[in-house]
Structures are given as C-alpha cells and as structure tokens.
C-alpha cells in the first residue's frame, strides 16, 4: 500500500518556494572524510545517509522529482577499489531501502549507461525499477555511469536513425523531440540545481534539462547535509527571480 506524502507543518515551509524538480550533485564525501581523518570509503558510507534524509526531505516538501548525481561517466577515473566500493553501495542502498522506497511511494530510475555495468548491478537496477514502476509519489532518478554529453549523443544517434530509416523527418526534430530521446523523458526539467562543497560547476550533469534551472551552490559537504541545509538552498531559490528569458512578473 502507498503511504502518501507527510504535510510538513506549515513554520517549515511558510515563504518557500518547492521547486517540482531538484537535481543534486552530491560533492564533498573525500573532503569529508579526510577533514575527520576517515577513509574516502567512510565519506561515501557517510554520504549514503544523507542520499536517505534527501529522498525523505523531498517527500516532506512534496517535491515532485529528483535527481541524484551518484556516479559519472568520469568517475571511472577513480582508482579501481573506490569504484567498487561505489557501486557496491549502490548495491547495498537498493538492497536495504527498497521495502521503505515501495512503501514510501517513490518511483525509482536509473539513469545513464548500463552498458559495461556488472549483471549483478544490472539485475538490482531492473528489480528496484520495477517493484516501484507503478508508484506514484517521488520520482526518484539515480543517475549512474551518467554523462549529460553522452546522453545527448545517444539522443541524437537514436533520432537520426530514425531519419535513415525514413521514420523521421529532418524538418520534425524540434526540442520536444530531443527530450523525448533522454533519460529524463517524462519528469519535468530540473528548477534547482544544487552541488555541494563550494564547487561551482555542473561537471556534466543535465546540461540541456538545467538550461532554466537556478544553480544553488552550498559550502557543506554531502554528508552533512540535512533539513538545515535544505531550507538553507530553497530559501535562495525562493529569492531568485526567474523570468526564463522574460522581462518577469
Ligand atoms: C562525491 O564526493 C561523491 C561521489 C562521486 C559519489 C556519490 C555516491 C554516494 C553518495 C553513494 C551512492 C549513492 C546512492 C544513491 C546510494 P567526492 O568523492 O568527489 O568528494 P571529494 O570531491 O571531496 O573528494
């Protein structure tokens, strides 16, 4: 049975905005672990827990969708054992929180490549995609072995074969039809993006879905982050005027 979404009392969300969607680049598990003189495996351990307080935050404020940036095309460049220890904690989180993300009402997505992902991981990702497919809460996109340019070139390989294949008219591929082609297909574009850690970059992450997106940039690093950090950024967002090209209200 679906539990729906716990009202937040209304002192916590009084003069918020709550974007539909937020896109988070979690940053900062190393830094973290190092600054406690921990292992870079204990920053991500770490990091885990507050990937559960966000999706929790997120129900609490009825945010529609978000997306987690766990694990980039360009992390392979990490040593080997820290890639392992990623992945088998993505392993582990879908093992121990797929009864409460059922329950919890959450539709979870994988997003990114899952060629070159171990049949292992793989079947947890159909398992977990599936137990919650027909939820209607949360969406929740884990985006893993994610790259945004990758993800638009697979796009647009998959539309100009259409082309070829004579399915498809040049003059018919509009942005609507981009969209349809990205792993994002069917939440909408992301309204906050937020990185932790006081790094100021995307590093590759939603590029054409941020275009309109307000970039917050906290200075905690993941692990610590909380509902405190989280009123923090929407109490930003809620400021910024957001006009979309426009002249505004
Ligand atoms: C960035 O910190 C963090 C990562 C690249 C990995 C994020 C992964 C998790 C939080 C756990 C797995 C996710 C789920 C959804 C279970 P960093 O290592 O780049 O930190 P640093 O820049 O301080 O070194």
Partial sequence: MSTQPAAIPIERAEGLKIPRHIGVIMDGNGRWAKQRGLSRSDGHRAGVEAVRRIVKLAIDYQVECLTLFSFSAENWRRPPD????????????????LDRLAEQNVKV???????????????????????????????LLIAFNYGAKVEIARA?????????????APDAIDEALIEKHLDTFGVPDPDLILRTSGEMRLSNFLLWQSAYAELVFIDENWPDFDEAVFVKALKVYSLRDRRFGGVGS
Avoid: C, M, Q, Y
């Fill in 82 to 97: 820290e890639i392992k220890f990623i992945f088998g904690l993505l392993r582990r989180f879908v093992a121990s929180d």
């Fill in 109 to 139: 997505r994988i997003i990114g490549v899952r060629d070159g992902l171990d049949s292992g991981l793989l079947g947890i990702i159909e398992e977990v995609e599936r137990r919650t497919a027909s939820n209607d809460g949360l969406d």
């Fill in 156 to 168: 647009a390989r998959a539309i100009a074969r259409k082309v070829a294949l004579g399915e498809l």
